[in-house]
C-alpha cells in the first residue's frame, strides 16, 4: 500500500535542531496538503505542522515558532525543519497526505507509514 516514507530522526540536545524529511512515490503535489504528525510516548498522534498545495502553513501552539514546513519541488519531499527543541518534542514523527481544507478538519489520507523516532535528551 502507498504511504509516507520519513526520515531523518534521531537523538538531539535541548536546544538543538533536527532536520525531517518525507517522500512518497506519488508527487507530493498531487495532496491537497502535506502535514507532518508527532506521537510523543503514551499519547495520541498529533498534528503539529501542514502545508498545502499552494504553500500556505499551519502550525500547532506547541512547535510555532520553532518549526518550518516546505516542499521541495525537484526531491519531490517535504521537510519538517525544528529548532530549539525540548524534552516534549520526543516522539515519532509521521509524514502524510492530508484532506480537508482546515486545521480542524484535516484527515490523514493514506495509511501510516513507520515514522521516524526523535529524542531529546541530555
Known amino acids: 500500500q502507498e504511504h509516507f516514507v520519513e526520515s531523518g530522526g534521531g537523538l538531539v540536545q535541548p536546544g538543538g535542531s533536527l532536520r525531517l524529511s518525507c517522500t512518497t512515490r506519488r508527487s507530493v503535489f498531487g495532496f491537497y496538503a502535506v502535514g507532518w504528525y508527532r506521537q510523543a510516548p503514551g499519547q495520541s498522534r498529533e498534528l503539529i505542522a501542514r502545508i498545502t498545495s499552494n504553500d500556505i502553513t499551519n502550525y500547532s501552539d506547541s512547535v510555532k515558532g520553532r518549526a518550518t514546513i516546505s516542499r521541495d519541488n525537484a526531491k519531490n519531499t517535504v521537510a519538517l525543519q525544528m529548532n530549539n527543541m525540548n524534552i516534549l518534542d520526543t516522539g515519532v514523527y509521521y509524514c502524510?497526505?492530508?484532506?480537508?481544507?482546515?486545521?480542524?478538519?484535516?484527515?490523514?489520507?493514506?495509511?501510516w507509514g513507520q515514522g521516524t523516532q526523535v529524542t531529546v535528551s541530555s
Open positions: 502524510n497526505g492530508l484532506v480537508g481544507l482546515t486545521w480542524e478538519t484535516t484527515m490523514p489520507d493514506l495509511p
